[in-house]
């Protein structure tokens, strides 16, 4: 298991359009997200993040490798709702060889750090595909409850798959943070 030392987040710049569209293409990367597959063109990536710059409801930033600044993939905040202080985790996308290594949960506390301490939001949610026990398992780990279950909500692969959507308040966060000490 890596450590979270290793990682940081910096914002998502276009000039990370080719890596973006490279991690999404990546084998395996949309088996276990409850996101589709859609083959996007380098063009319309650049495009696409070209157009979150100015997107105060988002936040996405690039995931980096401290040894050496690679770009290992990418994550995000959004629906960010200022007058109830809440957001959703808009995905994480890390390329395979980096997968298993603890660096979604580490990315994800970096995430949840900024949005309670940095931004003020009270709450964070998000949704994961019901079979996902890699991140069902990690999720519960920092704190996160269980609100409710979509039946059937997608379909991939051929079939459909539940959602489960969880939530963690800025309390739990703190108590979280407390019990780690």
């Known amino acids: 298991m890596s450590n979270i030392s290793e990682i940081y987040l910096r914002t998502l710049e276009v000039s990370d359009y080719e890596t973006v569209n490279l991690i999404r293409d990546g084998q395996g990367v949309y088996s276990n ?12 990536e650049k495009k696409w993040i070209k157009s979150l710059i100015f997107d105060n409801n988002k936040n996405y930033w690039a995931i980096c490798l401290k040894s050496d600044n690679k770009m290992i993939g990418f994550c995000s905040i959004i629906d960010i709702d200022w007058r109830n202080r809440k957001a959703n985790i808009g995905g994480m996308s890390i390329f395979n060889k980096y997968r298993n290594n603890g ?14 301490q940095e931004l003020g939001l009270n709450k964070i949610s998000l949704e994961y595909k019901e079979n996902n026990k890699v991140t069902e398992h990690g999720i519960e780990k920092l704190g996160f409850k269980k609100e409710t279950l979509l039946r059937e909500n997608i379909f991939k692969q051929g079939k459909f798959y539940n959602v489960v959507i969880v939530s963690i308040l800025e309390s739990e966060y703190r ?7």
Do not use: D, H, W
Request: hydrophobic share 45%.
């Open 33 to 44: 997200i409850s996101g589709n597959k859609f083959f996007i063109s380098a063009e319309r």
């Open 103 to 116: 660096y979604g949960i580490y990315s994800l506390k970096l995430i949840l750090n900024f949005a309670f």
């Open 175 to 181: 108590e979280q943070l407390e019990n780690e000490v």
